[in-house]
């Protein structure tokens, strides 16, 4: 089965290069160059990968990606002309998973698309394997379910950004390690992501407030200065 891209983006002439391109590479491709209609597109097509364009009209590619994030894990490429919005991208509450900046030469797209596409199938494959038995890392109250990719504080289920529940799986499963900022980028948003330290020090602080009874005074991340990370428990 060829792998599905989805392709939004509302200059004519760079989304059908970008669909010619794809589809030449072998994958299915759909296109849309409009926000709206990208997110029921996403809902129908279920594509493996989506590449979203930022600036498109009526909403744009930020408000389609935090829409499309509450409800699928569908790793998400975003096209940027700017670089203000790369800070916004990279640092806040978007959620995707790579960007590149225009222009950029199709090469590097296709080696973009292959990597986030890479690591989705060993993300697949570790699932996979694990299901023979439901595996669990418990903390006191907090409980990560690796087989259902669930984490329960409290016998309550937390509703986590995929990142975020990668972020955790990954620390905890190093549990009192120190884990710097560069180690943590690399095994948690790949290789090929090309963002700074920021993106691990936002996700952070997002987990913080959801598994922390103190977030200012945390006691499960903890920040070992000039270092990185250290988890808890
Ligand atoms: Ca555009």
Redesign the pocket.
Known sequence: MAEKVLVV???KTLQETLAYNLKHQGYKVETSGDGKAAIELARTFHPDVIIL????PGIDGFEVCRILRQEMTTPILMLTARDDEIDRIVGLEVGADDYLTKPFSMRELMARIKAILRRVRLIREEMDSDEAATQLLTFDNLTINLTRREVLLDSQSLSLKPKEYELLMFMAQHRGQVLSREHILERVWGWDFIGDSRTVDVHVRWLREKIESEPADPKRIITVRGAGYRFEG
């Open positions: 983006e509302d200059e364009d930022i600036m498109l």
